[in-house]
């Protein structure tokens, strides 16, 4: 019988027989898709290894988007009214595609852990008004940001099968669900690997083909969450799984994404089964 370490082997080397590069193996293969799929929505110059970057832009929140709200007199209404003209918003990125300044290595402090899409990521908003970082800070604890933007929770949740050893102190894992229907994959291209997100690729093809990764998508979600709750049983932390849109009287800086008010809301929500746990 094989164990986990065995079986990500087994597939390494069967990997390396047919990729070279970024795809020689499932680790370097995930972190080429992740920050590719981060990095290519971020108005950076691409390099050919992963490595951590400084952005002003970030997938929706992006420059031409920003120009044709605030040449639009509604728009730049919207834009003065929740606070985003001229403002500049900086978006550190790690090496793995995550919203952060550190390096997930070795991390032994305790920290709060956090999964997610753009909703988590906090496209459009300066890091300090997104949930994650305001749960962590009420708690007084670094924050572990491993929401990818565009995605469901394929690629995180696999980050923590293959690097979640990293962590060693998490004192909570918390999830605001991505919207449903997304199904990840990592693609070769030559020496690189991106992600695409299934729903989009095919939505134009027929209904059938739909329903069918609207099926297989909630299978992910409960193969998901049992990847993510093991990971927490594993460390002893309790897991809260959120997946409450409620209403949203802010926006972000791309006029799509949830604003501040319900980024508040919803860290209170979070605090709030924190404290009653």
């Known amino acids: 019988m094989r164990d986990l370490p065995s079986l990500i082997q087994h ?11 970024a795809g020689a193996d499932l680790n370097s293969a995930l972190q080429s898709g992740m920050w590719y799929n981060t990095i ?10 992963p490595s951590a970057v400084h952005a002003h832009w970030q997938g ?11 040449a639009a007199p509604t728009t730049r209404q919207q834009l003065e009214r929740n606070g985003w003209v001229d403002t500049t918003i900086d ?32 496209t459009g908003l300066h890091e300090h008004q997104v949930w994650s970082t305001l749960v962590a800070d009420a708690l007084g604890v670094p924050l572990v940001n491993l929401a990818v933007p565009g995605h469901g929770l394929d690629l995180s949740s696999l980050w923590l099968v293959l690097q979640g050893h990293n962590i060693t102190s998490p004192v909570a894992v918390c999830v605001f669900e991505p919207p449903r229907g997304r199904i990840s994959w990592l693609s070769a291209m030559n020496d690189t690997v991106i992600c ?28 998901n969450y049992h990847i993510i709750s093991s990971w927490a049983n594993q460390h002893g932390v309790p897991l809260f799984w959120d997946n409450d849109i409620f209403n949203n009287t ?11 008010l319900w980024h508040r809301r919803k860290a209170d929500a979070f605090l709030k089964h924190l404290k009653n746990t």
């Open 91 to 122: 978006y550190h990125i790690n090496s793995w595609g995550f919203r952060s300044h550190r390096e997930f290595v070795n991390i032994s402090e305790p920290c709060l852990v956090t999964l997610g899409c753009s909703f988590t990521f906090g």
């Open 40 to 49: 290519a929505n971020a108005e950076q110059e691409h390099v050919h290894e």
């Open 250 to 260: 802010t926006y972000a800086r791309d006029l799509a994404h949830f604003g501040p």
């Open 196 to 223: 695409a997100d299934a729903m989009k690729d095919i939505a134009g093809n027929t209904v059938k083909i739909m329903n069918t990764l609207q099926l297989n998508s909630s299978a992910n979600t409960v193969k």
């Open 11 to 21: 597939h390494n080397t069967a990997l390396s027989e047919h990729y070279r590069g």
């Open 60 to 70: 929706m929140d992006d420059r031409h988007r920003y120009e044709r709200n605030l």
